[in-house]
């Protein structure tokens, strides 16, 4: 879905729902997270990018606390909800995601009357892409814009999570929505989660030869079962034992002592704490790589945060592995899932001239192993979250 196109053909819809046109059209991208896996709910840094996938959302204000919505992509007719009388927790389906959003403002002291709001989306879901965090930015900005409510992208960015937190009730990091709200084009954004600084790195991989692949296994995850809460839970517990305030605050050179004194607290809770720190420091290593031009030394630390992700996180599966062997012996420089896990997407730094056969080794690779077929595409960094019409 082209900007554009896709303006057009999510205005036309609502107004064939609705009976109007909408007042604006905008929107959001899904990202893909380079490197920092389950470190942004630990105050740490990630480095993700913005795709060019959207979710696109046609909206109008109403002024009597009735909210309606419709998705192009769910086979499902308009979902009438009252803006009064939004219980988080209550709706599993799509629908909490916009309705969170609306709930989240209204918490924080902003008057929304109400909205009408169409929604069409090419983020894939269940692929570790972050697709509910492009419906909830695309809608916290329409609702921004129309509402005169003057917040930042940053501000929008907790916003929405605090829609996912606690009215969905997946305890996410920032991560997704700042990426979807606050990355630019041609850019990595390079994020503190404790503080929420950032700095957009470039990123302009084809000026080097390089590209950088998304293998989309099609395994579905879902992060709402427990197995990310756990996680979660696990490294606050480690915090907590180590008299920090977050696992931010344990420097890499003092992982071998930390891990020490974790001895009471079992051994989920010392890998947890292990993958952390060490992804926190694969970070700065990938932005200090970058800031120097060393683009093709980035492949092994990615190789390496996955094997961290597979081992100590433990939150990798059979075709996310297999994406990383198949590639990296294919010849590429250096790949690792991404994203929360259990299924979903891993990504591949690849030359050039070995994108299309390393492509190739992967698909032979799943087809040989009774998967399915994985779907594989470019990731080229986009603009994050605005305004189309």
């Keep these: 879905m082209s900007d554009s196109v896709g303006a057009e053909r999510v205005a036309r819809d609502f107004r064939r729902l609705y009976g109007a046109g909408p007042e604006g059209v905008w929107a959001a991208p899904g990202r893909v997270n380079l490197i920092g896996e389950y470190t942004d709910f630990n105050d740490g840094f990630v480095m993700p990018l913005a795709l060019p996938h959207t979710a696109v959302a046609a909206v109008s204000r109403r002024t009597d606390s009735v909210l309606r919505v419709h998705s ?19 709706d599993t389906g799509w629908a ?50 129309l509402y005169g409510l003057g917040l930042s992208g940053a501000e929008l960015a907790v916003i929405a999570q605090r829609a996912e937190n606690d009215f969905v009730g997946v305890p ?77 605050d344990i420097a890499y050179e003092e992982l071998p002592a930390a891990l020490g004194r974790l001895s009471a607290e ?4 010392r890998r947890y704490v292990r993958h952390v720190v060490s992804d926190d420091h694969r ?45 990296t012996a294919a010849g590429a420089l250096g790949a690792r899932m991404t994203g929360g896990g259990f299924g979903g997407s891993a990504i591949v730094l690849v030359e050039e001239s070995d994108a299309e056969a390393v492509s190739k080794s992967v698909t032979e690779a799943f087809a040989a192993a009774g998967h399915t077929a994985p779907r594989i595409f470019p990731a080229i960094p986009a603009r994050g979250a605005h305004r189309l019409i």
């Design 72 to 90: 192009a992509d769910v086979s499902q007719g308009v979902v009438h909800l009252g803006a009064d009388a939004l219980v988080p927790r209550s």
């Design 172 to 248: 996410c990091g920032i991560m997704d929505q700042m990426a979807s709200a606050c990355c630019t084009e041609g850019h990595a954004l390079y994020l503190d989660t404790r503080d929420l600084t950032q700095r957009q790195v470039p990123f302009d991989l084809a000026a080097r030869g390089l590209r950088l692949l998304v293998v989309d296994t099609r395994v579905k995850h879902a992060l709402g079962d427990g197995a990310y809460a756990e996680r979660r839970a696990g490294c606050e517990a480690g915090a907590r034992a180590l008299g920090v305030r977050a696992l931010r």
């Design 283 to 327: 970070v700065e290593q990938v932005i200090g790589l970058l800031d120097a031009g060393d683009v093709r030394a980035v492949g092994p630390v990615l190789t390496e945060g996955h094997a961290s992700l597979r081992d100590d996180l433990r939150v990798s599966c059979p075709e996310l592995d297999l994406v990383v062997t198949a590639a």
């Design 266 to 269: 079992g051994e989920n809770v």
């Design 96 to 145: 909490a995601y916009p309705a969170g959003v609306v709930w989240a403002l209204r918490e924080a002291g902003h008057t929304i009357t109400g909205a009408d709001i169409h929604l069409a989306s090419t983020v894939p879901t269940g692929a570790g892409l972050s697709s509910s965090a492009a419906l909830e930015v695309v809608t916290a900005l329409a609702l921004n814009d």
